[in-house]
Nanobody, 116 residues
Framework: QVQLVETGGGLVQPGGSLRLSCAAS????????MSWHRQAPGKEREFVASILWSGDITNYADSVKGRFTISRDNAKNTVYLQMNSLKPEDTADYYC?????????WGQGTQVTVSS
């Protein structure tokens, strides 16, 4: 079955960096559209970044452009989110998403807290 496992979250000071990873299994990762989303306490889940199967087309929410970078390694079935210049408003649970045959699959999430 489809499995998405996010890792890399934690507590970081404002201005710091974190790298999230999402290890995928149970489907053909190399041809799948992947994305990251986040959900802050008391708010709806929101789109953060996406990447096409080939890795050459990416898209970002305005709030993270220039600070976050999404990438993928199809040989490792893993998608990454490099987060730099983190702000307190980036605090949220971060979720990996795979779109497979028009159906969305989610990981369990990893918590990111940006605080001094």
């Amino acid at each position: 079955q489809v499995q998405l496992v996010e890792t890399g979250g934690g507590l970081v000071q404002p201005g710091g960096s974190l790298r999230l990873s999402c290890a995928a299994s149970g489907f053909t990762f190399s041809t799948s559209y992947m994305s990251w989303h986040r959900q802050a306490p008391g708010k709806e889940r929101e789109f953060v970044a996406s990447i096409l199967w080939s890795g050459d087309i990416t898209n970002y929410a305005d709030s993270v452009k220039g600070r976050f970078t999404i990438s993928r390694d199809n040989a490792k079935n893993t998608v990454y989110l490099q987060m730099n210049s983190l702000k307190p408003e980036d605090t949220a649970d971060y979720y990996c998403n795979a779109r497979i045959s028009a159906q969305a699959y989610w990981g369990q999430g990893t918590q990111v807290t940006v605080s001094s």
